[in-house]
């Protein structure tokens, strides 16, 4: 499928939303969900990941063989990518050209060494927790050039609540996923629609 990015590694997260509800929000790509740990992509609102500490939990659901070993240094270069990823996603829901400065963002990223994909079934013990974190950088990064290329064209949508500005990648087979999160946005609509035919009866 055009869209396929990093499902093997599975993606979605709680979120703590600026109207305060806590919710499961599955952004449809790993690259998106780690935009996310910054907040809601234009502001900090709902930042989770806020240091290097934060950061070793948020890749080790993730990438469990990267050393939990990020310091600051680590976490300012993912404070970067996930800035530009995120602004990306928000130019990409709303059909804009995307910044060349934020492009460049990413393919600087993008360029550094990844997780290696391992095949298991070898006579000698792939290694545990052997890679670094930049490494798990680059991964989310080529997951960032999967999703704004051409392939996912149309794909990167803004959930339709009137007041949800939530961004995701609408991985299903179909294409027509319309919410952030059915219990979130779907229910509340159906819920809303449902008043208005009641009222007008
Ligand atoms: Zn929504």
């Known amino acids: 499928m055009a869209t396929e990015t990093l499902h093997s590694r599975g993606t979605g997260q709680w979120i703590d939303s600026s109207d305060g509800q806590h919710w499961w929000f599955d952004a ?11 907040g809601d992509l234009t502001t900090p609102e709902g930042e989770t990941v806020h240091d ?20 600051d240094r680590e976490f300012t270069d993912a404070r970067t990518l996930r800035e530009a990823i ?27 060494p990844d997780i290696p994909p391992v095949l298991a079934g070898g006579a000698r013990q792939a290694g545990r927790s052997s890679a670094r974190p930049h490494q798990a950088l680059g991964t989310i990064a080529r997951d960032a050039v999967r999703l704004f290329g051409p392939a996912a064209g149309g794909r990167i949508r803004e959930c339709s609540a009137e007041d949800c500005e939530y961004v995701y990648l609408d991985t299903s087979r179909s294409g027509n996923r319309r919410w952030c999160s059915m219990q979130r946005c779907g229910n509340r609509a159906k819920v809303r629609a449902h008043r208005a035919r009641a009222a007008a009866n």
Do not use: I, K
């Open 28 to 38: 449809g790509s790993v690259a998106l969900d780690f935009a996310y740990t910054g």
């Open 52 to 71: 290097a500490r934060e950061l070793n939990e948020w890749f080790a659901e993730r990438f469990p063989e990267v050393a939990p070993t990020a310091g």
């Open 86 to 112: 995120g602004r990306l996603a928000r130019q990409a829901s709303r059909g804009e050209s995307l910044s060349p400065d934020l492009v460049d963002v990413v393919n600087l990223f993008a360029a550094t």
